[in-house]
C-alpha cells in the first residue's frame, strides 16, 4: 500500500461537478447514495479515469460472483448464465440511479446455494467411507469453470466431503471426530453466509466494484477503515487481546503483551466470551453474533470499563462462567514496529563482523491525526543511532513480508541513506509527472548496506529498495523479484465527501474508499508495477513462486516507463562500486552447498508440482505413504542439523525501540536460531493433550535467507575495508 495525504482537498473539490444534488438532508445512511459516490469516484478520480459503462458492469458482476464464491463451489453456470442475462450490461444503470436490487438479488441465490449444499454436505459427513477409491479432488478452482448444473455441483461435493473426512481421518491432532470437525466446519460457514445483513452485502458489493477497476482500489466499511488506521498507527483503544470466531463463540487467541488484558492478568488465551457489558450496563449476549461486531462492543474509549463474561479455558465444568471487568486503555502493536539485532559474526578464519539487522513489518505511520505521532522513519532512526553507537560495520534491512504502507515514510526513510534528491516518480491521469524527493542533506547511515526481499515485499517496501538500488547505495539480496505493486493510493473519507449539500445524508457511517490515484516510478524511469524489484543476489527461497505478485491478482494496472529523474553514465553503473559480481560469485558457490539451500529447492520443487497437479487423492493408503515421507523427511532434516550445529557463528543481542528509548546499556542476549513473531497456537498449546508435544522443545528452523544475507554484508565488509585489521571474537567487549 501506498498512500498520499495531499490529493483528498483536490479530488473532493474535483467532485463537486459531478454528485447529484438533493432538496434535503435525511437522518439515515441511504447506501444506494453511497454506491453512486463510490462509483463517482472510481469514475472521475481513479487512475484509469475509466467510465463505468456496459464493459465495466461485466466486469463487476464477474468480480462480485467471484467474492461470493471464489473456489466456485456452490453458483452453477445456470446460474452465472442468469445473472449474466440480466445484470452484465446493466449494473452502471441500477448503480447510477441508486438501486442495488442486483447485489441484493445475487446475494440471496448465493445464500440458498450455501443453505442447501451445507445440509447435504452434513449428510455426507455422516456416511461410511472406507477410502479405497484413487479418485483424485480438484484442490483450487478458481481458475475453473462453474459446475454446469446442480448434478455436476453434486458430484464435485461429494469428492470434495470425502477427502475433507480423509484429511481429518489422517490428522495426528484430533480433537474430535472427522465427522464432527467436517460438519461443524460447515456450520459456520453457514452462519457466516446468515449473519450478513444489507450493510454486508453492500460492503461486498462495493468492495467488487471497487477492485473492477484494479486490484488495490477497496471499500472499507466504517469498521474496516477503523482496523485500517488502527496497522497504520500501531495503536487502538481497547483491551489488548487477539479473537477469533469459533463455534459461534468469540475465542481468546493472544493476549497482548503490556495490553490492559495482560496487566489485568486474568483473561487467558483460550476463554470463550459470552457477554459484553458497558461500565454498569447490563450485559448483551454474543454468542453467534458476527466478531467485528464483538470487537466493536470490546473496543472504547480510553479509561473506560467493560466487563466480559466468559467460559474459562481451564473450567472443568463448561457450565462454569467468570466475570472479568478490565479498564480499556491504548494498547501498542509492537510486534509490527521496526525492531533491530546486533550480531557479532566469526567467520571461518576467526574474524569478527559487528553487523546491524532492522526488520521492518510495515512502512506505518499516524495517519489520522489523532493519537501518539508515529513514524517509521523516526523509529529506524533511532535503532541507527544505536547501532552505531555499537559500531556496527554493516547493515542489513530485512523486508521480507513488509506489505508497504505510507508512501511519505518510504521517501524519508530513504533519506536515512543517501544526501538529497530524487527517491520516486510518480505519474497522475493525465500524465503529469510528480518527482518526490528527499530534501534532507543529512545522512545517518553511510556504511556497507544491504535489502533483504521477496515476493511479499510490495509497495513502499519496493519504493525504498528501488531508489537504493538506483543509487547504487544498497544490494538488493532475496527472491528473483518482489511483488510488483507499483501504484498510489489515497484514502477517501466517503463521511465527509457525502456531508456535502449534494448528498441527503447526515450520518457518518459511510465508510471510506482506497482509491488508486498515480503510479510511481524509478528515478531510472523504469516502473515497480508487475515487475517489481529485481534482486541483485538471488538466493532460493520458498516464497519466490510467480503464483505470488501482481501479475496473479485480477485486473492490475500495465507496465510502463517514464522519462529519468537521474541520469547515470553508463561507466558509473551503481552495481560496480558494491563488488556485485564478486559478491554474487561468493554467494553461489556457498548456496551450492549449503544444505538447507538444498533442501529449499526441493520444496519449490515439490510445491511446483503440487501446484501444476492441484489434486488431491482420496485413497488412504497413498495419503499415509505421502505423509509417512513427508514425517520421515522432517526427521532426517531435524538429525541433520542437529549434528551439524547452526550455519553461522554469532552472538546476538536484541534491540528493541524500549531499549532506545530508556537508554539501556544491557542488552538482551538472543539465540540466533529462534523463533520470531511467534504467533500462538491454541489447538497445539491449549487443547493437545498429548504429552509427547507439550514435553517437547520446538527446535527453530533454520532462515537459510538470514544465514547467506549476514555472509554477504560479511563479504562487502570485508571488500570494502580491504586493509582493516583482522578482529578477534574477544574484541567485542563494548556490551555487557
Do not use: C
Amino acid at each position: 500500500m501506498n498512500f498520499s495525504k495531499h490529493a483528498i482537498a483536490a479530488l473532493l473539490a474535483a467532485m463537486v461537478s459531478i454528485l447529484p444534488a438533493h432538496a434535503e438532508k435525511s437522518n439515515t445512511l441511504d447506501q444506494g447514495q453511497v454506491a453512486l459516490a463510490v462509483s463517482n469516484w472510481l469514475q472521475q478520480a481513479h487512475y484509469s479515469r475509466k467510465e463505468m459503462d456496459a464493459e465495466m458492469s461485466a466486469k463487476l458482476l464477474t468480480t462480485y460472483l467471484e467474492l461470493l464464491d471464489y473456489n466456485k463451489l456452490y453458483f452453477t453456470q445456470q446460474d452465472i448464465e442468469e445473472f449474466t442475462l440480466k445484470y452484465s450490461e446493466s449494473l452502471h444503470k441500477f448503480i447510477r440511479s441508486g438501486d442495488l436490487s442486483p447485489a441484493t438479488d445475487i446475494f440471496e441465490r448465493f445464500k440458498e446455494r450455501v443453505e442447501s449444499r451445507v445440509a447435504d454436505n452434513k449428510k455426507l459427513a455422516t456416511k461410511k467411507y472406507d477410502f479405497q477409491d484413487k479418485r483424485e479432488v480438484e484442490l483450487n478452482r478458481q481458475k475453473s469453470p462453474w459446475p454446469k448444473n446442480l448434478a455436476e455441483a453434486d458430484k464435485i461435493w461429494s469428492d470434495r466431503v470425502e477427502a475433507e473426512i480423509l484429511q481429518e481421518h489422517l490428522s495426528e491432532l484430533k480433537l474430535r471426530s472427522p465427522e464432527e470437525t467436517v460438519t461443524r466446519r460447515y456450520d459456520q460457514a453457514l452462519r457466516n453466509v446468515r449473519e450478513m445483513d444489507a450493510d454486508d452485502v453492500t460492503s461486498t458489493f462495493l468492495k467488487a466494484l471497487a477492485q473492477s477497476y484494479d486490484p488495490h482500489s477497496e471499500y472499507m466499511s466504517p469498521s474496516e477503515m477503523e482496523n485500517f488506521q488502527i496497522s497504520m498507527k500501531l495503536s487502538l483503544v481497547g483491551i489488548g487481546a487477539v479473537l477469533r470466531s469459533e463455534d459461534g463463540y468469540t475465542k481468546i487467541m493472544e493476549i497482548v503483551p503490556g495490553g490492559p488484558a495482560d496487566r489485568d492478568g486474568r483473561l487467558k488465551v483460550g476463554d470463550r466470551i459470552l457477554a459484553v457489558g458497558q461500565g454498569d450496563k447490563e450485559f448483551e449476549d454474543v454468542v453467534d453474533m458476527k466478531l467485528d461486531k464483538v470487537v466493536e462492543k470490546i473496543r472504547g474509549k480510553k479509561e473506560t470499563n467493560v466487563r466480559l463474561q466468559v467460559i474459562p479455558n481451564d473450567a472443568d465444568d463448561p457450565s462454569k462462567r467468570s466475570i472479568i471487568e478490565i479498564t480499556r486503555d491504548e494498547v501498542k502493536l509492537k510486534d509490527q514496529e521496526a525492531k533491530a539485532e546486533l550480531l557479532d559474526v566469526t567467520n571461518a578464519e576467526g574474524k569478527v563482523s559487528r553487523i546491524g539487522w532492522i526488520t521492518l513489518p510495515s512502512f506505518y505511520a499516524n495517519m489520522s491525526g489523532d493519537g501518539e505521532p508515529k513514524s517509521t522513519t523516526a523509529d529506524v532512526d533511532a535503532l541507527l543511532a544505536r547501532l552505531k553507537k555499537e559500531n556496527i560495520e554493516g547493515l542489513v534491512i530485512d523486508l521480507r513480508r513488509d506489505g508497504g504502507g505510507s508512501l511519505e515514510e518510504a521517501i524519508n526513510l530513504t533519506g536515512l541513506f543517501i544526501p538529497q534528491g530524487p527517491v520516486v516518480q510518480a505519474k497522475d491521469p493525465s500524465g503529469k509527472i510528480t518527482i518526490n524527493s528527499d530534501k534532507n542533506p543529512d545522512v545517518s547511515y553511510s556504511g556497507p548496506l544491504i535489502v533483504v526481499m521477496n515476493r511479499l515485499s510490495a509497495s513502499a517496501s519496493e519504493i525504498f529498495a528501488a531508489a537504493l538500488q538506483d543509487y547504487g547505495r544498497a544490494l538488493v539480496v532475496g527472491d528473483e523479484r518482489s511483488f510488483g505493486k507499483g501504484t498510489v493510493q489515497t484514502i477517501v473519507d466517503l463521511d465527509k465527501s457525502m456531508s456535502l449539500p449534494f448528498f441527503n445524508v447526515k450520518k457518518p457511517e459511510a465508510g471510506a474508499l482506497k482509491l488508486t490515484i498515480q503510479k510511481f516510478y524509478r528515478i531510472r524511469g523504469g516502473s515497480t508495477q508487475i515487475k517489481g524489484v529485481e534482486s541483485d543476489i538471488i538466493l532460493p527461497s520458498r516464497t519466490d513462486n510467480a503464483e505470488i505478485g501482481e501479475a496473479s491478482l485480477k485486473n492490475p494496472l500495465d507496465y510502463d516507463e517514464v522519462a529519468p529523474a537521474i541520469l547515470l553514465a553508463k561507466d558509473k553503473s551503481p552495481t560496480k562500486r558494491l563488488f556485485l559480481e564478486e559478491l554474487r560469485a561468493r554467494s553461489q558457490k556457498r548456496i551450492q552447498g549449503d544444505p538447507e539451500f538444498i533442501y529449499v529447492n526441493e520444496d519449490m520443487q515439490r510445491l511446483r508440482e503440487r501446484i501444476a497437479k492441484n489434486s488431491i487423492s482420496t485413497n488412504e493408503d497413498l495419503r499415509r505413504k505421502e505423509l509417512a515421507d513427508d514425517k520421515q523427511r522432517r526427521e532426517e532434516r531435524k538429525e541433520e542439523r542437529q549434528a551439524r550445529g547452526p550455519l553461522v557463528n554469532a552472538k546476538v543481542w536484541q534491540v528493541t525501540l524500549d531499549d532506545v528509548k530508556n537508554n539501556r546499556e544491557d542488552l538482551e542476549v538472543v539465540a540466533y536460531e529462534r523463533e520470531r513473531d511467534k504467533k500462538y497456537d491454541i489447538e497445539e498449546e491449549v487443547e493437545d493433550s498429548s504429552k509427547e508435544k507439550k514435553d517437547s522443545k520446538k527446535t527453530p528452523e533454520p532462515d537459510p535467507i538470514r544465514n547467506e544475507a549476514v555472509r554477504i554484508i560479511s563479504d562487502l565488509i570485508e571488500l570494502s575495508n580491504p586493509a582493516k585489521t583482522a578482529k578477534t571474537s574477544g574484541a567485542q567487549a563494548s556490551i555487557k
